[in-house]
Nanobody
Framework: QVQLVESGGGLVQPGGSLRLSCAAS????????MGWYRQAPGKQRDLVAT??????TNYADSVKGRFTISRDNAKSVFLQMNSLEPEDTAVYYC?????????????WGQGTQVTVSS
């Protein structure tokens, strides 16, 4: 059973930084891709950033140049968030995708709250 556990959320002032971590129960290289999504109150869950097995990254336009997704060589994926804005306030979810025999399996963490406020 796949488990994804996020950490690193919290309260930060506008212009500040946070680093989110996602720890997987197995090797992150068992997934085709991993990523971060976020959901603000009353809104849908939106993609923030993804990283593929091969290391290719993709970002939402709203975070390009401010957020960076990365990974270690084992079980963790990170999201470095700089120049945070109040609009970045949301619950951030770690996501992992595994394709098995043509079936796309999607896994989610429990989420971590990020609040940007003065």
């Amino acid at each position: 059973q796949v488990q994804l556990v996020e950490s690193g959320g919290g309260l930060v002032q506008p212009g500040g930084s946070l680093r989110l971590s996602c720890a997987a129960s197995g090797s992150i290289f068992s997934f085709n891709a991993m990523g971060w999504y976020r959901q603000a109150p009353g809104k849908q869950r939106d993609l923030v950033a993804t990283i593929t097995y091969g290391g290719s990254t993709n970002y939402a336009d709203s975070v390009k140049g401010r957020f960076t997704i990365s990974r270690d060589n084992a079980k963790s994926v990170f999201l470095q968030m700089n120049s945070l804005e109040p609009e970045d306030t949301a619950v951030y979810y770690c996501n992992a995708v595994r394709v098995v025999s043509g079936t796309r399996l999607v896994y989610w963490g429990q989420g971590t709250q990020v609040t940007v406020s003065s």
